[in-house]
């Protein structure tokens, strides 16, 4: 027969392991559910990774590919629209003109230019570094003379990690070009410090290969970290910094911080000023 004390003992014991049991279940619980948020953290920052090195300031093919990879990229629903702050077009349409080569020099290097983006946002200016850039100067004040810009959307904004405005793309979906392609300049300017373009930076998107710039560019309305990879060539007013602002402040059609922009932004007429 179990005495009194013997089954006390065993009680306990019985107790103990229960206890054990508990324990044991309660940490794989645990460990099982800290998998799930770690997984769910990790698809979060790999998306958000994503969207950071993405072709944000490129074009032609390497540019569809970015937006394949955006589209199966977890990311949030697109946000409701805000009030569209800009006018409507004004008539008109694009023009298709392709050039086979780069135009040849004719801007004078040791001089002052300004261009000007009227756009349905309001107007744009920019001083432009013609002596720093003088090929990329050069094919603005070509480009703008044929009126290759006017009418044409710019159709970028990104709003999370780096922060531009893209235009210059007449076919309006990060693809299109002059036909002919610039070499990079200006990749030292003392405004690249730490991997940084400025807010007030106007430079050239190009497919993530040296000297594939075109006619894409893009505005940069907050300080931005970008490698020294895009050719600086203009410095924007302050007026023209609120115009981005507030096209900035509508968002942009994904909700995640990479798309075409809310605002109605389409350059009515792009011109270069000698002065």
Same mark, same amino acid.
């Given at each position: ?76 629903t ?26 040849a ?24 570094k ?7 100067v ?26 531009? !405005?893209?235009?210059? #793309?007449?076919?309006?979906?990060? /693809?299109?070009? &002059?036909?002919? %392609? +610039?070499?990079?300049?200006? *990749? @030292? ?29 893009? !505005?940069?309305?907050? #300080?931005?970290?970008?490698?020294? /990879?895009?050719? &600086?060539?203009? %410095? +924007?007013?302050?007026?023209? *910094? @609120? ?11 994904t ?16 011109t270069?000023?000698?002065?």
């Amino acid at each position: 027969m179990v005495s009194q004390e013997q089954r006390r003992r065993q009680l306990a014991r019985e107790k103990f392991l229960r206890q054990q049991q508990r324990r044991t279940s309660a940490r794989r619980k645990a460990n099982v559910r800290n998998s799930v948020i770690a997984s769910v953290l990790g698809v979060v920052v790999i998306g958000s990774v994503a969207l950071y090195t993405t072709g944000v300031l490129k074009n032609g093919d390497d540019d569809k590919k970015t937006n394949a990879s955006a589209d199966v990229t977890p990311s949030a629903t697109p946000s409701s629209k805000a009030p569209d702050p800009c006018a409507k077009p004004a008539a008109g349409s694009i023009g298709k003109l392709q050039w086979k080569k780069e135009p040849a020099m004719t801007i004078d290097t040791s001089a002052k230019y300004t261009m000007k983006l009227a756009t349905t946002c309001g107007d744009i200016g920019i001083a432009l570094k013609a002596s720093a850039a003088p090929h990329t100067v050069n094919s603005f004040d070509f480009l703008a003379g044929k009126g290759f810009f006017d009418h044409t959307k710019c159709h970028r904004l990104t709003t999370n990690g780096i922060y531009v !405005l893209q235009c210059g #793309d007449p076919t309006g979906q990060g /693809s299109g070009g &002059p036909g002919y %392609t +610039i070499p990079d300049e200006n *990749l @030292k300017d003392a405004s690249l410090k730490g991997n940084k373009y400025p807010a007030g930076t106007v430079a050239m998107a190009n497919t993530g290969q040296k000297h594939t710039g075109g006619s894409q560019f893009f !505005l940069v309305y907050k #300080d931005s970290p970008l490698p020294p /990879s895009y050719t &600086p060539f203009g %410095t +924007i007013d302050a007026s023209g *910094l @609120k115009v981005l602002d507030k096209i900035a402040a509508a968002g942009e059609n994904t909700g995640a911080g990479d798309g075409a922009p809310n605002a109605t932004v389409v350059i009515n007429k792009a011109t270069v000023v000698k002065s």
